[in-house]
Nanobody, 118 residues
Framework: QVQLVESGGGSVPAGGSLRLSCVVS????????MGWFRRAPGKERGYVGS????????VYTDSVKGRFTISRDNAKNTVYLQMNSLKPEDTAVYYC???????????WGQGTQVTVSS
């Protein structure tokens, strides 16, 4: 059973930073491409970015490019989302997800709340 647990959310003023962590258990992290998603109030869950299995490339949605950075430590079974220059529109519940061999994101964490005040 693969489990993902996010942490690191909280409330910050605009311009602040947070680092989210996602610990994967049940299988080695290197088996999965990992993604971050978010659900803002009143909106559907949307893609934030993802990182390859060995961490050699990352992809981001346009709204977070240059502000957010995804990294991973496979030895610690942990993926990170470093968020800088946060804006009120970044307020959302953030989820990490693991993509299995079929290519889809099959495993999801429970989410962690990020609130950015203006």
């Amino acid at each position: 059973q693969v489990q993902l647990v996010e942490s690191g959310g909280g409330s910050v003023p605009a311009g602040g930073s947070l680092r989210l962590s996602c610990v994967v258990s049940g299988r080695t992290l290197s088996s999965y491409e990992m993604g971050w998603f978010r659900r803002a109030p009143g909106k559907e869950r949307g893609y934030v970015g993802s990182i390859a299995r060995n961490g050699d490339y990352t992809v981001y949605t346009d709204s977070v490019k240059g502000r957010f950075t995804i990294s991973r430590d496979n030895a610690k079974n942990t993926v990170y989302l470093q968020m800088n220059s946060l804006k009120p529109e970044d307020t959302a519940v953030y989820y990490c997800a693991a993509a299995g061999s079929t290519g889809g994101y099959a495993y999801w964490g429970q989410g962690t709340q990020v609130t950015v005040s203006s």
